[in-house]
């Protein structure tokens, strides 16, 4: 999976896991939903705009990163 789509992935999972809609985690965050909405169809995201979104999700960045998502294996880019 590229990075892009793992960072994704992480993002809907802390949502769901924080019963939280992308909409809500975007407002929480102060970044537009729409960066969120389409960083699927990205090939980059900011490092400012993930630490924005781990503001809307309550989580720390390092925890962020805390996921088998992130494992080398898993990772094709």
Same mark, same amino acid.
């Given at each position: 999976? *590229?990075?892009?789509?793992? &960072?994704?992935? =992480?993002? *809907? ?5 924080? $019963?939280?809609? #992308?909409?809500? !985690?975007? =407002? $929480?965050?102060? !970044? ?8 699927? *169809?990205?090939?980059? &995201?900011?490092?400012?705009? #993930?630490?924005? !979104?781990?503001?809307?999700?309550? !989580? =720390?960045?390092? $925890?962020?990163?805390?996921?088998? #998502? ?6 094709? $880019?």
């Amino acid at each position: 999976m *590229r990075l892009v789509d793992a &960072v994704y992935e =992480r993002i *809907r999972e802390l949502a769901n896991s924080c $019963d939280k809609s #992308l909409y809500k !985690v975007a =407002r $929480d965050g102060c !970044v537009p939903y729409a960066t969120i909405a389409t960083m699927k *169809r990205s090939s980059t &995201v900011k490092l400012s705009t #993930l630490y924005a !979104v781990c503001e809307g999700l309550g !989580v =720390r960045l390092k $925890d962020f990163f805390d996921s088998p #998502l992130f494992d080398e294996e898993n990772i094709t $880019d």
